[in-house]
């Protein structure tokens, strides 16, 4: 590779090290490693996806497919809800020979591309801070995928969209009157979304995150596994492959939307501390990158891609601790899932290309 092209090292190192300690739990809470073999598969087919995206994709070609790449994802997304693999009530994964691919965790990483064209002609047109119309506009890009996404159904992948296209919007700046209004809106649609879109189901997570003890030996008994297992860890944790919440059945989902209960027993507070610092300084590092960025559509769009990473972070550590409703958000290169793994390597493919020149 030229050196306009040289990979930055930093980013991956973090990355890396991050899906190291995933792989590490998967090991640790399986005798017989089915989730650890499966998802390192998942790494080494990552790799080869991120190098040869590096390696042959330019920022322009980026910029220039992003659009068609955001049709074809929604073309994908409604071909789910036609063709789509059913599993726990939900229709999420297209079947493509013996793999089943999970389109909406692409469908972010197309939707974060094209929003940095959006966010690029906004400023161009010097509509920043955005104001009503400018935010219409924004959340009109959102809300296809959203909904598609919503009736698989599938609340919590949904409600990224909606906060990525938030979260570049806080950044290009609102006007105060936005904000107030918005704050407004909030509250009518949250009623309107509780009486009319939220299935029973979901709701019954909401009332579990508000009072977990009440439904303890039902929907809440996921929080209070995962605030056992996680206080159980202590200072130090039980060790590897000692997490008995986990390996015992006790903890639910404990190789998914749980893995980090998983960590936290094995580790502990040092090693939960060690694990958020290394998130820490991945999205501190993905923010660097953005600043050095040579324009508005790389700028926009790597905070976007990097905005994935966060909120699936923060939303899946606040569910496992009990301060946000559990809402089946994977955590970034820990939980096990192939579509979540390889849209990863994609995201931070982007990202490396974004952040140098051609």
């Not at 995928?145 to 700046?173: C, E, K, N, Y």
Request: with cysteine.
């Amino acid at each position: 590779m030229s050196k306009k092209r040289r990979v930055d090292w930093t980013i991956l190192i973090f990355f890396w090290i991050i899906s190291a300690l995933g792989l590490l739990t998967l090991a640790g809470i399986d005798r017989s490693l089915f989730f650890f073999k499966r998802q390192l598969i998942w790494h080494c087919i990552g790799i080869i996806a991120l190098t040869l995206t590096v390696s042959t994709v330019t920022q322009k070609q980026l910029k220039e497919w992003s659009p068609i790449i955001y049709v074809v994802m929604l073309g994908a997304l409604l071909l789910v809800l036609l063709v789509g693999k059913s599993s726990k009530g939900a229709q999420r994964w297209l079947a493509i020979g013996p793999f089943r691919l999970q389109p909406s965790e692409f469908a972010k990483v197309s939707f974060a591309l094209t929003m940095g064209s959006v966010f690029e002609w906004l400023t161009e047109k010097e509509r920043i801070p955005l104001g009503f119309t400018e935010v219409i506009i924004v959340l009109a890009m959102a809300f296809p995928m959203f909904g598609l996404v919503l009736i698989q159904p599938d609340l919590g992948t949904s409600m990224i969209f909606i906060l990525m296209a938030l979260t570049a919007s806080v950044v290009a700046g609102l006007r105060k009157r936005v904000i107030i209004l918005g704050l407004v809106a909030a509250v009518a649609v949250s009623y309107f979304g509780w009486t009319h879109v939220l299935k029973e189901y979901q709701k019954n997570r909401i009332r579990a995150f508000l009072n977990p003890k009440k439904y303890k030996t039902t929907i809440g008994y996921h929080v209070i596994q995962s605030r056992i297992a996680i206080g159980s860890g202590r200072l130090t944790g039980k060790g590897y492959m000692k997490a008995t919440q986990a390996k015992l059945g006790f903890m639910p989902e404990k190789h998914t939307d749980f893995i980090f209960s998983s960590f936290a027993e094995s580790w502990g507070f040092l090693g939960s501390a060690l694990l958020i610092m290394m998130y820490a300084l991945f999205f501190t590092r993905i923010g660097d990158l953005a600043k050095k960025a040579k324009g508005l559509y790389e700028f926009y769009s790597i905070i976007e891609l990097g905005s994935i990473f966060f909120w699936h972070a923060f939303i899946n550590l606040g569910m496992t601790m009990g301060i946000l409703p559990v809402v089946g958000v994977p955590l970034p290169l820990m939980s096990y899932g192939g579509s979540a793994v390889l849209a990863s390597y994609l995201n931070v493919a982007c990202i490396l290309i974004l952040s140098k020149g051609d």
